[in-house]
């Protein structure tokens, strides 16, 4: 069990510091990079789908995929003309910092403005693994239930930023919205939580400019390192 | 990363082995034991709900539930007078076979017709831990999404019985049942796919046969052996 312990350390260290890299590489090309986590089905890549046509030609999103088998996400955002690519990571629960690392040097020079790194569907394992990212964004749907935040305490309180998803469900589950409220407050005072429904727009607004300001805030921090 | 490959080989074939001596004390017992596999939310627990009242007196059902915090799951199935443990994994991603012998042989005879262990929320990690149980089912609700048994192929390719879920809102999401059940077909061509709402109450005859004839089988091949 010693043995286990010692293994995981050592991963998550080796993670830590490739994350380090990372994170001084987004710096330098000025870009703002979110870790989205969920279960699977919580409306990632439609989220994706929506935020790309809602932020239209303003500033340049670009997304990597984490999935264990199957193109099928990268292939959707890409066929509505957004720059995506996937990394298949062939059985394992959640992207780690060198698989970020490999694929992002793979891609050349993209000159993204945002980059949402989409994690594989689970809403456990990815919580651990910094990606370089700026801040973390949880999904949770409505469909699956309003007692997920205390179940599933480490990415709701790690998240800057929960998004309660598909509130066009709303008037069909048995959801409530000020228990989860309640719940996420409780693991981290300083989250914002917003609902929203990529498929018919609601809340989109809201999100579209938390993007805008933390990417402007990044723009100038940058810009006054210099 | 070789000694990661070999600490994840040792802990597999110690699982293997506590499996193997637990599917001998459910057979000594009696117990027809399923391992139920899901995302979060997908509706395990209120399935378990309603297949504690569809059973009646008919048959005893118990369940040891998984998950990383909260005594939430069991309570709720112990509300409606069922025996239920909750087995808490302390950020733990799955169940292992050790967890159910120890929650198991502290709970004493329960004297269980069928035992359902409901696993920590988690379409993948608990997909390799065989928990001595007669079969596995996944489960994938409506509102999750069509495209998942070709992106999450380990769980649906070793799960014996799939049940789509949460089918009243089918007229509410965009869901290509058809396609669900090719794939499942393509990666299991054993398994047996049913459509069940729990909280309508549609389908759920077909789950209480399945069970009840599972059963039966395995009464019938436990008395042969004697």
Known sequence: MTKQVDVKKRILEENEKAAARLRGCFRDAGTLVVNMISSPGSGKTTLLEATGAGLGGRHRLGVLVGDIATERDADRLRGTGMPARQILTGG???????????????????????????????????????????????LLSVAEGDDKPFKYPGIFSRAAVTLVTK????????????????EVRSLNPAATLLELSARTGEGMDRWLALLEERLAAKTAATSAAR
Chains 1, 2 share one sequence.
């Open 167 to 182: 509130t066009d469900l709303l008037p069909h589950v048995t959801f409530d919205m000020a228990r989860v409220r309640e």
């Open 92 to 138: 394992s629960c959640h992207l780690d910092a060198r698989q970020i690392d490999g694929a992002y040097s793979a891609w050349g020079s993209p000159k993204l403005d945002i980059l949402v790194i989409e994690n594989v569907g689970n809403l456990i394992c990815p919580t651990s693994f910094d990606l370089g990212e700026d801040f973390k964004v949880a």
